[in-house]
Structures are given as structure tokens and as C-alpha cells.
């Protein structure tokens, strides 16, 4: 955890055990009757430090039993939300002490993080209900971040705690329960800190972006013979670790760059001898290819910490990493490419240049393919290089999230800068490219800026991957940013649609597509044309990007034009989307939670 010393932690586990063990939980109005039946289920495995962890199901009513048809699943990996959430500037304006003060938080105590199963089965009674919380413990303030980007039959599902600095293994086999195949602890992992994502290959095993420096300040020596200095914890430079299936540690590589990064562009703090920006958030691979692509976000302790804000741009990343993975558990970096600023980049204001804050990246999927794309959160753009595989990939503005903006809400103005875009994904026939964006926050490039609407946008990338590495697209006026690229073969907006319209920088910050149909035979099968997106509208609450805690589902069609699917409802509110902020859920009275990431997941059994 990145603001909490042990003592302090150890305090936080201690109540949330108290409030645990106080008896049975209590629940008014309409959810006192939905949960009036629960089914509690507990799995534990004994970790490395030689305790207990565990993941306890609530499973609501019938989900307990065996079901008579199969059905599809939206997992969630949220967070308790509580004091610690409060940003410091907001606990120094409450009246009086801070003790005093906390009469005003909605859910003042720690509670348990947890994974939400909802029916995300089209037609089925309970679709759009949360018919389980599975919570685990006893790690408190994990700050649930991402699990995957997409579950294949049979894959552990990795979820990562940011501040928690743990990886979780979960077993979903048997859907609607979970169980723990194992867990990731940060002594596991003491040459990098603060896990960010992961990409699971064909054998089962996955990678993860420790976005952190390495636990301890100093040297810090890898078991495949690489010596880094570090800053120290959730400071730079991350690093690279393959798991097992059970999440077992199988390697740990250091992602910086061995003479150094770019001094001007890359700040540290505290500073170190050879600046780095390694500090890897995306990550996905084409093992095909036996290639692997990161990219780097932020030191990640000057951002989400507060009340330590930015004291300098340059701590938001411009780099992509590539990566020869041809030993799977010994990756080589073989190259790290800097972004270039576009015809929007202001010397005034760097933060919002196109190059700025790398946050992901996507690999195109197709054997004919070779292409990525990487997009930057504070910078509002997306880049493309045709060749992952070459010795130094260039890579090429070729879309503007500008030019999206008024696609997506007429209010908004056509300026990508500060666009806080999260998800972006290839489509698995390589047609589209799938992107949400939160929106600019009111004031974000000066005091009259109203900010903008955040959603959901398509893109029709196949002109630009068939031309190969030949492609022509490049964003390099201002009239193509705030209206696509002129030439021919630039990507074209095929559909886009609002989320919270009219509020600045509500939209979703995750998402994730549904490659699942349902077949003639009753069974699932993957799919390579989505025809459903989820998203979820929560950033960092320390950050200041809050969102609304809401998860939505989103109808693709053929064309890529996107519609909100109204029918998925809250089951208390019966408001469109899954609200995460409510008082009650099948764990007990816990109050809001913060939905980071999502994914489908089918039981086993019910996949052919």
C-alpha cells in the first residue's frame, strides 16, 4: 500500500476483522429482500509469508445452486471505497477535527475489496443482477486495478492491487463461484512495485506491469544477472513478471533501458544518476511474433499519491517498450521508441501534448499483421507503427481524440488535449479499434475551459492496416486532429457514444469487449466480431478522477456504431448501468465501491 505504514495497515485490517466479526449483517429496504437468502462459500491457500488468504463468495439465492441453463458473466474487481479515498484538500475543508469531520464520508471504515459477478446473460431473469461478491482478505485498501483484457477457456484470471502491491489468482471455473488459486505478495516481487496490467498467453501463464521501482531504495540485483538503481517503492523503474497459473512468480525483468532514458523527458523523484522513463502500464504480445509490447504511464508514487501532486510534467511518460520474448521467462528489451508531439503541443503546456502519458497499447491480432497502436491519457491521441518486430519501431500519430469529441457529445469542442483516455483494443478480426475516454475536467486547460463529455468510440482501422508498412496516415495539421487524417488511409470514427453527458470527465476510464456468443448448440463459443463492450466510469480516487462508480453495457453493431444497452439496469435504482454506489451488497452493508476494470467470463463447462 503507497500511503499507509505497516503499523498503520495492520490498524486497518484489524477493523475491518472487528466489523467482520461483529455477527450477521443486516440490510434494509429492497436489498434486505434480495439478499434475504445468501450462500456464503469460502477457498484459502496458504501464501509465501506463511498465512492464510482467501476469497469468500455471497452468493445470492439461486446462484448457490447448479443453474439450468448456462449463462455469461461480467466479472468486476472493485474496491471499497472509504476515508482513504478523500482527497487531503477535501478532509482540510470538513468543519472541526478530522475525527469529527468524518460524519460526512459516505463509509467512513475500510471494508472488504471484492470481485462483483453480474448476469450478463441477454434474456435471463436476473441479468444486470450482482449475484455474488466474492471479498477477499485479509489485505485491506488493495485499490483493485486491472485484471486482463480478455479471458480465453480456462485462464486464471490475474486481478492486480495497485497499493496493495499483490497479485491475485483466481479460479473461475465454476462461475458464479470463485475460488483462490493462489497470490502474488510483495516480498514475491521485490524488484518492482505497484501491478498494473496483464496479458496471459497460450499456455496458461501471464505477464504483469509492475508499474513501481523495485520495494527498497538503491540497488537491486534480478535473478537473470540485471542491476538497477531504484528510487524506491511505487517509484521508478518498473518492471516486467510472468506468473504461473496459480500466480506464482516464474521471472522478474527490469524494464529500464540500460544506459539510461532521455533526461529531459524522463523526470525522477528522488532523481537518479541514469533517468528512466521505465515505468510500464499496457502490456500485450503477439507471441506469433515472440513479441511483447509495454508502455510507460507515470512514476506512479508522484501521481496517485496524495497530497503529493505532479511537480513535474515529465513524470508522465512519451515511451513504448518492445520486447523479444522468445524465452518466455527472460525477455529482452529490444527497443524503446519516443512518441512525437503533434500539431496541437503547446511549449506553454508539455502535460497535454500528444505524447504524453503512454498509458496503453494494443497489438493488431491477424497472422498478416504486425502493427500496434498506443494511446496517451493526458496527450488524447493514438499512434501506430506497422512492425512491432523491427529493430526500432517508429511510431505515427494517426488519430486525434479530438476529432472524436462532438461524435461522442455536440456540446464538447474538438481539442484532444487532456482527453484522460484509459481502454483501447483491437477487435479480434482486426477490423476495429475500440476506445473510451473519460473526458477533459473543467479547468483543465485554463479557467474558461468547460471540459468535456467522456464515452466510447469505434474506429474502422482496416485501410490503415492493409497498406502495411507503406501506410501513409499522419496527423500533422490541426484541421486533421479535429477532424481525422486526410489521407486515405487514415482510421475513420465508424461510431461513438456519450457516458453521463453534459458532466466533464465522467466517462469510463476501462472497458472490455464480450468475445462470446452463445451457439445453435447451447454452448459458448468465442467470437471474433464483439457485438457488446462493458465499461466502468472510475479512475484513482486520489488521483481526483473519480467518476460515478457506474457500469454500463454497450451494443456494437456490424458498422461499429455503438448504443447504449438500456436494458442492463441497476437492480435498486432501475437507472441504466450498474451502480457501485449503493449501501448494500450480498458481503453486507459496506456501502459505495469503486469498479476499476471488468471482463466476461464463462464457466468452463458451458464453453466449446
Same mark, same amino acid.
Given at each position: 500500500m503507497l500511503s499507509k505504514s505497516p503499523r498503520r495497515r495492520r490498524t486497518l485490517i484489524g477493523a475491518v476483522a472487528a466489523v467482520l466479526a461483529a455477527g450477521a449483517v443486516t440490510y434494509t429496504g429492497e436489498s434486505a429482500a434480495a439478499y434475504a437468502d445468501i450462500t456464503k462459500i469460502t477457498d484459502s491457500r496458504t501464501a509465501s509469508d506463511g498465512k492464510q488468504y482467501w476469497v469468500e463468495n455471497h452468493l445470492v439465492g439461486t446462484a448457490a445452486a447448479p443453474s439450468a441453463g448456462r449463462k455469461e458473466w461480467l466479472l468486476v474487481w472493485a474496491g471499497d471505497e472509504n476515508v482513504a479515498d478523500t482527497l487531503v484538500k477535501d478532509l482540510k475543508n470538513l468543519p472541526g477535527s478530522l475525527t469529527g469531520g468524518l460524519g460526512k464520508v459516505v463509509n467512513a471504515l475500510p471494508g472488504p475489496d471484492f470481485l462483483a459477478v453480474i448476469d450478463a446473460t441477454e434474456g435471463s431473469p436476473t441479468f444486470g443482477k450482482v449475484v455474488n461478491t466474492a471479498t477477499v482478505g485479509p489485505l485491506v485498501e488493495n485499490e483493485p486495478h486491472h485484471m486482463q483484457y480478455v479471458w480465453h477457456k480456462g485462464d486464471t484470471v490475474y486481478a492486480g492491487a495497485l497499493f496493495g502491491a499483490a497479485t491475485y489468482a483466481f479460479d473461475v471455473t465454476a462461475l458464479p463461484q470463485l475460488k483462490i488459486k493462489g497470490i502474488s505478495l510483495p516480498t514475491n516481487t521485490l524488484g518492482g512495485s505497484v501491478p498494473d496490467a496483464y496479458w496471459t498467453l497460450e499456455d496458461g501463464?501471464?505477464?504483469?506491469?509492475?508499474?513501481?521501482g523495485p520495494v527498497v531504495p538503491g540497488p537491486y540485483v534480478y535473478a537473470n544477472g540485471q542491476t538497477v538503481i531504484g528510487n524506491g517503492f511505487a517509484g521508478s523503474p518498473g518492471s516486467l513478471v510472468r506468473f504461473d497459473r496459480d500466480g506464482k512468480v516464474l521471472s522478474q525483468t527490469s524494464a529500464a533501458t540500460p544506459q539510461g532514458d532521455n533526461a529531459k523527458l524522463c523526470a525522477n523523484l528522488p532523481q537518479l544518476a541514469e533517468p528512466t522513463c521505465a515505468n510500464p502500464h499496457g502490456i500485450q504480445a503477439r507471441e506469433d511474433l515472440n513479441t511483447l509490447v509495454t508502455s510507460d504511464y507515470a512514476e506512479p508514487r508522484n501521481i496517485i499519491l496524495d497530497p503529493v501532486k505532479n511537480p513535474s510534467v515529465y513524470l508522465r511518460r512519451p515511451t513504448v517498450r518492445?520486447?523479444?520474448i522468445t524465452d518466455r521467462n527472460n525477455p529482452r528489451l529490444r527497443a524503446v521508441s519516443y512518441l512525437q508531439d503533434?500539431?496541437?503541443?503547446?511549449?506553454?503546456?508539455?502535460?497535454?501534448?500528444?505524447?504524453?502519458?503512454?498509458?496503453?497499447?494494443?497489438?493488431?491480432?491477424?497472422?498478416?499483421?504486425?502493427g500496434a497502436f498506443a494511446q496517451t491519457m493526458q496527450g488524447g491521441a493514438v499512434h501506430y507503427t506497422p512492425d512491432i518486430t523491427a529493430a526500432e519501431p517508429h511510431w505515427y500519430e494517426v488519430f486525434?481524440? +479530438?476529432?472524436?469529441?462532438?461524435? &461522442?457529445?455536440?456540446?464538447? =469542442?474538438?481539442?484532444?488535449? +487532456?482527453?484522460?483516455?484509459?481502454w &483501447?483494443?483491437?477487435?479480434? =478480426?482486426?477490423?476495429?479499434?475500440y476506445r473510451a475516454i473519460s473526458g477533459r475536467g473543467k479547468g483543465a486547460l485554463g479557467p474558461n475551459d468547460p471540459g468535456t463529455t467522456g464515452g466510447v468510440y469505434v474506429l474502422d482501422i482496416r485501410k490503415l492496416l492493409a497498406a502495411g508498412t507503406g501506410f501513409q496516415c499522419r496527423i500533422d495539421t490541426l484541421a486533421e486532429a479535429q477532424n481525422g487524417g486526410a489521407e486515405a488511409d487514415c482510421p475513420t470514427l465508424a461510431g461513438a457514444v456519450p457516458i453521463n453527458a453534459g458532466t466533464p470527465a465522467a466517462g469510463p476510464h476501462w472497458g472490455a469487449y464480450d468475445n462470446f456468443d452463445l451457439g445453435a448448440d447451447g454452448f459458448y463459443h468465442e467470437t471474433d466480431s464483439p457485438t457488446r463492450i462493458a465499461v466502468s466510469n472510475y479512475f484513482v480516487a486520489r488521483s481526483g478522477l473519480d467518476g460515478d462508480h457506474r457500469v454500463n453495457l454497450l451494443k456494437v453493431a456490424p458498422d461499429g456504431k455503438l448504443a447504449v444497452d438500456t436494458h442492463?439496469?441497476?437492480?435498486?435504482?432501475?437507472?441504466?448501468?450498474i451502480d457501485f454506489n449503493r449501501k448494500d451488497w450480498p458481503h453486507g452493508s459496506f456501502g459505495n465501491a469503486k469498479p476499476h476494470s471488468e471482463l466476461f467470463v464463462v464457466a468452463d463447462a458451458d464453453v466449446k
Open positions: 501463464t501471464a505477464y504483469g506491469t509492475y508499474m513501481g518492445t520486447w523479444d503533434g500539431p496541437r503541443a503547446d511549449p506553454a503546456d508539455p502535460l497535454h501534448a500528444e505524447s504524453r502519458a503512454v498509458m496503453e497499447t494494443t497489438v493488431t491480432n491477424l497472422p498478416g499483421h504486425k486525434d481524440d +479530438g476529432a472524436a469529441n462532438r461524435a &461522442i457529445f455536440a456540446g464538447n =469542442d474538438a481539442n484532444g488535449g +487532456g482527453s484522460n483516455g484509459g &483501447i483494443q483491437t477487435s479480434p =478480426d482486426d477490423r476495429y479499434l442492463f439496469k441497476d437492480e435498486f435504482s432501475g437507472q441504466v448501468g
